[in-house]
């Protein structure tokens, strides 16, 4: 079980438990997803290019190598004579190898090794498809890629990438984690279900019993419900209710004001059932 790291999220400031091995966390406070930077994985062009909110984890102190210790011991040990020879043929690899060959061409091996985050980034130009203008479209990219019905967990729009929970069609036990962004659905994540892996009928649910042509009318709606000062959507989010009697499919809008956030909740037909601020 991956440890959890306390952050804090860069929109609102609220405290949020991230796993260093996700690429996202979405705040619970606010709804705003971000993007989380450690050593091994940078910050992507793609997420400078949104001026998506970052998180950074602190880089752990590197570790003196084992091997080099007993090195180290090895030739103090052994004396100086043991030391000069040492540097000797360092040095002498070092040349050989800053020496340009006049025949042989760069090797691929000489360039720095990229980052999975990297591998993971659209290879075509970015497309911009506007997911709370119509939202159909990020529905229509999951099923071309997962098949139809999809059963999900949660999907969560944002205004040019979305991100999605679903069962593994070709295993129902597994959930995944699929990321759209630039006309792209990104290779699957593995999501640890924890107690929730007993009960996944009762947390999924079809994308075929909503509608998805209401995006557009419940972003005005919630816009104007809670009339923040500067107020924009962050992402709306679809997630089962397992709260009600017969957990149907709710619609969350979060707004990020200049002075408060908020969110306003809907049935999957449309029908508002609660303002938070």
Known sequence: MAKLVPATCPK???????????????????????????????????????AMPVIQLPHAPARPAIWLIGLVAGMLVLGVGIT?????????????????????????????????????????????????????????RYEKVLGKPIMAKQLTLMQYYATLEAQDPKNREHVDSYKLWANKVERPQPVRLGSDKSQISQIVFSLDSVDFKLVPQLIKRALAELKLEEGKVSNVSLERDTSSPGHEPIWRVYIL?????????????????????
Do not use: H, M
């Not at 091995?21 to 450690?38: D, N």
């Open 12 to 50: 609102c400031g609220g405290n949020v438990q991230l796993d260093p091995e996700r690429e996202y966390v979405t705040c619970q406070f606010c709804g705003a997803s971000s993007f989380v930077e450690t050593r091994k994985r940078p910050v992507t062009q793609y997420v400078q290019a949104q």
């Open 257 to 277: 004001g200049s002075r408060d956030n908020g969110f306003v909740e809907f049935s999957a037909a449309g029908e508002k059932r609660r303002a938070i601020q």
């Open 84 to 140: 000069a020879v040492v540097a000797l043929v360092v040095t002498s690899a070092a040349s050989s190898a800053l020496a340009p060959s006049l025949n042989a061409t760069p090797a691929a091996t000489s360039l720095p090794a990229l980052s999975n985050t990297a591998s993971d980034e659209p290879t075509g130009p970015l497309v911009e498809e506007d997911y709370f203008a119509d939202a159909t479209r990020a529905k229509a």
